[in-house]
């Protein structure tokens, strides 16, 4: 053929060559039939889909001309690893376009706008996961035109835990009309358009699940879209949108991600979980534009860490609050690259000024007993100076710190027993098989003890529009939740009992322990 081509056009035959790599069974030998050293191809098939085995395959060395060992192992993770997270978003999209459209009544509909990456949306997260998604669309352009498939599932992996984990987990509450249709309506606009790039996109490797998902999608795409087709394999990847990047969006995020880590770590080394509510928690950074990015997304640091008040400190400014340098030392690299003076560099490291570290911190690199060391074998981190009280948890990073009030009181402890009650009801609700749409009421009450505990019931009655407001439903407080709750005239889906923790604050601790609350959920007849 390139004889041919030459001879005859005096050009190669073709612009590029595709060489595949040998599948070899798990032990590395050949695949043989009198051996069965390999799995059944339709078992496979049947167990994970013919779109895991593609997307397994596409992510193997065999598109580098490399041997794989194949292991139905790997198919099933691409199943766990990408297929579910990609459809459990589209199932929570699903989800609440028919809430959406339940409750306003009216037809969802993609604008234009959304899909070309113009956005009338002003929040943070709406830009931010939409420059995310046209970034990835850039890359996976150019990654196929220049036959890397092997390149595209880690990229996807990391959007689609930035969508569930963040975008989504951040955002269900707007999505839910909590803060108002506008809210909703950006919420799911911005959600649709990355699902419906996201499944265009992996239409080539995995040609079944992104036309089922793209039959339903499609359904809500005007006919004058470019996208919209008699299937997914008709259209082509959509070209990413200049306008749709938003690096400033991006770097908030970044910084609103580090203070929740850090929230969260101050959790751990208290082994409070994240439904205790906390009074308040002081973000401490250097730096104005981290602190004027991650107050931009307060809210989302409030709802997600369960925190009632942030407060948001310089540590320049002259309040009592200052940071200091730590220098961590990361052994496993000095390790190979000192030897036997780890000793020496490790005293010495405890010897450097804050000035020092400032210019190690700037530069990148210090010299220490004859040795270069670089960012990689020393991190910094920040933490506050001359914090000793028992109440406070400080953890720091490289530019920001953060410092949590574990303080109890008992306006916490009723919040901490109306979220309790919260996930009771929707924990009955999944059992039942409702959808989150479904009309139901519920009751809640306590049992005869509750005499001896009125912090409960006070508890209870001051925390019923917080209950209302967390699970959408209506709620009724009863003195008898076992005998005296449900009526005649309507049907019991779920009951749920807990003995509740009111803490140190409660005046009847030990009728607390004795007394238990009892959940109900009910529907009309």
């Known amino acids: 053929m390139t004889v041919l081509s030459t001879l005859l056009f005096e050009q190669p035959p073709a612009q590029n060559f595709i060489v595949n790599g040998l599948v070899l069974a798990a032990d590395g030998k050949k695949m043989s039939k009198r051996l069965k050293n390999y799995p059944d191809p339709q078992e496979i098939v049947q167990a994970h889909g013919a779109d895991a085995v593609r997307m397994y395959l596409c992510n193997s060395p065999v598109v580098r001309a490399e041997p794989l060992r194949f292991k139905a192992e790997g198919v099933r993770d691409v199943v766990k690893d990408v297929f579910l997270p990609w459809y459990n978003a589209y199932r929570f999209l699903v989800q609440e376009v028919t809430r959406y ?68 987990r951040l955002n269900r509450d707007r999505m839910r009309g909590v803060q108002g249709r506008e809210e909703a309506e950006h919420a799911l606009e911005t959600l649709y358009t990355v699902l419906l790039n996201v499944t265009v996109m992996l239409a080539p490797v995995t040609p079944f699940l992104s036309e089922l998902l793209y039959q339903n999608l499609a359904r809500a795409l005007p006919e004058s879209s470019g996208l919209k087709a008699a299937s997914v394999h008709f259209v082509m ?73 942030v407060e948001f400190r310089d540590a320049d400014a002259d309040d009592g609050t200052k940071l200091e340098l730590v220098p961590v030392l990361n052994f496993k690299v000095l390790g190979k690259q000192l030897g036997k003076d780890m000793k020496k560099v490790q005293n010495a490291v405890k010897d450097l000024s804050q000035d020092e570290l400032l210019t190690f911190e700037r530069s990148g690199s210090i010299e220490l007993c004859g040795h270069s060391i670089s960012s990689e074998g020393i991190t910094l981190q920040r933490q506050v100076v001359d ?54 009421k519920v009751q809640i009450g306590v049992s005869p003890e509750a005499s001896e505990s009125p912090d409960i019931l006070k508890a209870l009655q001051s925390r019923e529009a917080d209950i209302a407001r967390m699970t959408r439903c209506p709620i009724q407080i009863v003195d008898f939740a076992i005998q005296g709750a449900s009526s005649d005239s309507a049907q019991v889906l779920g009951e749920d009992a807990f003995k509740p923790e009111l803490g140190a604050s409660s005046t009847s601790k030990q009728g607390a322990n004795s007394v238990s609350v009892h959940v109900t959920i009910l529907r009309e007849l």
């Open 101 to 168: 459209e339940a409750s306003s009544g009216q037809r969802f509909l993609q604008s234009s706008p959304g899909i070309d990456g113009k956005l009338p949306s002003q929040n943070t997260m709406d830009r931010w996961i939409l420059s995310e998604n046209h970034a990835l669309l850039t890359f996976v352009r150019e990654e196929i035109e220049a036959y890397r498939l092997y390149t595209v599932v880690p990229r996807l992996l990391a959007f689609l835990d930035d969508l569930t984990n963040r975008y989504v």
């Open 237 to 309: 990847i959509p070209e990413p949108s200049p306008e749709a990047f938003d690096p400033e969006s991006s770097r908030a995020v970044q910084s609103l991600q580090a203070v929740m880590e850090l929230g969260r770590s101050c959790r751990e080394k208290r082994k409070i979980g994240l439904k205790v509510p906390i009074r308040e928690m002081v973000v401490v950074s250097a730096s104005p534009q981290l602190l004027a990015d991650v107050q931009l997304l307060e809210d989302y640091i409030r709802d997600e860490l369960n925190i009632m008040n």
């Open 387 to 440: 914090l000793e009280a028992k109440h406070l948890e400080v953890a720091g990073a490289t530019d920001v710190a953060v410092i949590v009030d574990f303080t109890a009181d008992e306006e916490l402890m009723q919040l901490a027993m109306a979220r309790e009650v919260s996930n009771r009801i929707q924990r009955l609700r999944k059992s039942a098989g409702l959808h989150p749409q479904d009309p139901i």
